[in-house]
């Protein structure tokens, strides 16, 4: 089993920023990717950037790419999600994820196994 704890979330103004942290404890040795994606009300869970667990691969969604930085802490086992130049639509419930099996679809929610229990980013316009 693998546990994910998400933290960092909470209210910012637009143009601001946040550090999203997924603390994973567990068969961490199993793990081979891990993701952020987010869930805004009313609307499908959608990847936002990727992790392989080496940190040798990172991959990001079109719509995040520049604004979005993924990254790993080796010697911690926490991966984070900085988040800039936030907006309105940022709006979501962010949820980080572990895949413990090969596949090729960074953004397919199907893929991965364990979730965490998310943590709510709000903007203020």
């Known amino acids: 089993q693998v546990q994910l704890v998400e933290s960092g979330g909470g209210l910012v103004q637009a143009g601001g920023a946040l550090r999203l942290s997924c603390a994973v404890s567990g068969r961490t040795f199993s793990i081979l990717t891990m993701a952020w994606f987010r869930q805004a009300p009313g609307k499908e869970r959608d990847f936002l950037a990727g992790i392989t667990w080496s940190s040798a691969y990172k991959y990001y969604a079109d719509s995040v790419k520049g604004r979005f930085t993924i990254s790993r802490d080796n010697a911690g086992n926490t991966v984070y999600l900085e988040v800039n130049s936030l907006n309105a639509e940022d709006t979501a419930v962010y949820y980080c994820?572990?895949?413990?099996?090969?596949?090729?679809?960074?953004?397919?929610?199907?893929?991965?196994?364990?979730w965490g229990q998310g943590t709510q980013v709000t903007v203020s316009s």
């Open positions: 994820a572990a895949r413990v099996g090969s596949g090729s679809n960074w953004s397919a929610r199907y893929e991965y196994n364990y």
